[in-house]
């Protein structure tokens, strides 16, 4: 990242990625 502060809706973008992918990893391990 060559900026310091990231703008409100690219971290937005990555908080809402980061909870699909828990959720993704979770139902992916549950049904294992």
Aim: aromatic share 6%; charged share 5%; glycine share 0%.
């Amino acid at each position: 990242m060559n900026t310091s502060m990231p703008p409100p809706l690219l971290h937005r973008i990555n908080s809402t990625l980061r909870i699909i992918n828990n959720t993704i990893v979770t139902h992916y391990t549950y049904h294992q």
